[in-house]
């Protein structure tokens, strides 16, 4: 155990007058198991780079470990697995890799195939396997959920609950539950660790967040009465002070000790209300300042004129010779909300192109309501480039409805100015959700649309598909957000 300590750290990057990090200071011990959790666009993997050393710290950051980054940037992905292994860990035991292999229930022949014609899921499983024989090393664990299906995250969630040491980056509740014991998140304005998992976490933010909700409404009513209070009382007081200089009602002369002595009394009763109001104003100002913006999104979805808008029966997709899905089917009824499930490779984002109208080669029969407008969000964001203003007018959309989607999705205001080059691969994601919900459409289409999408807004997206019961095709591996939202799964 050795502890890895983060004092008074400050960050900004060149250019910008906006702080990602403010004299932040924490303390991590190298057993946690740690998973990172906070909106995106706070600075999760500026602090994952800060770590690693990418990023000047200023010297706010000490370790007497070493950091390691996953997913391990691997140069020559033509090479054999075995070598791609060995160029990570140098002096590895085959026998303990294959051990590791086993937990993750991946085959040995893939020692023997070249880095690159191995699955997503496959190159996670083996990078994180290579990483874990390394000793004396902090392991970064940055999103390896993505592009996983719900089977694979189960079993790495699994693997890592087993280890030790290591922070792990994700927006997946489940899985975070599953395999951590601490929670670091990146607030509005600080870092915080809590021992617990998400869950704990999430209970015991609600639960603050509750509290100053109610003492921020108890203030103001404090801060309302003791106003009124304190002018009543100057009124008073003044009204006392005229007094001095005039005469009582029954004519005889004014004690002026009296009413000099009834005036101080006044006025130390006015300057007891007025530190109390500042007292209350002061407390007050401490509230609220890590409660999370999480406004009801809108969507304004068009009825069909039928009540059936797709059916597939029977349908086997093929690109050349190869299937990539046999004897698909299902319909799509108004007001069904369905998750489409299956492994990695089973023809999931085929169906959906192919409903979307996509030229595909198929056998069965395929039915698509005549003039049924689609709005699909696909799971590529690499063509967003450009300001947001441009993006709402190439698409033809409305652009105080887009932004107004994307500032409750806690995009600032400052992220308007810049180019969605530079966005965080969850801003973007949320900018092409933006975009969908504001599309008139008949059906709605989204090709694993959480991916790298935060906790947060992942729940204000769940919450607006259960309020509003749009007509919707979806992909996605988050096992919390399809159990709460679908109406019907259909398994390839």
Known sequence: MSLINVQNLNFAYDGSYDPIFEDVSFRIDSDWKLGFTGRNGRGKTTFLRLLLGELDDGGAISAQVGFDYFPFQVEHKEYLTADVVEEIVPDYQQWQFMRELSLLQVSDDVLYRPFNTLSN????????????????????????TNHLDRQARELVSNYLRAKRGFILVSHDRAFLDNCVDHILSINRTN????????SDWWENKKRQDDYELAENARLRKDIKRLSEAAKRTSNWSHEVEKTKNGTRNSGSKVDKGYVGHKAAKMMKRSKSIEQRQQSAIEDKS???K?????????????TYHKHQLVELDGVSIQYGERAVCGDVSFTINQGERIALSGRNGSGKSSILKLICGDEMTYTGTFRRGSKLKISYVSQDTSHLQGNLTDYARDNDIDESLFKAILRKLDFSRIQFEKDMSSFSGGQKKKVLIAKSLCERVHLHIWDEPLNFIDVISRMQIEELLLEHKPTILFVEHDREFCDAVATKTVEL
């Open 191 to 198: 870092i915080e660790i809590q021992k617990g998992n998400f």
């Open 121 to 144: 899921g496959e190159q996670t499983k083996v990078l994180l396997a290579a990483l874990f024989l390394k000793e004396d090393r902090f392991l970064l664990i940055d999103e390896p």
């Open 290 to 302: 890590n409660i999370e913006s999480s406004d009801s999104l809108k969507i304004s979805q068009l």
């Open 286 to 288: 401490q509230l609220l």
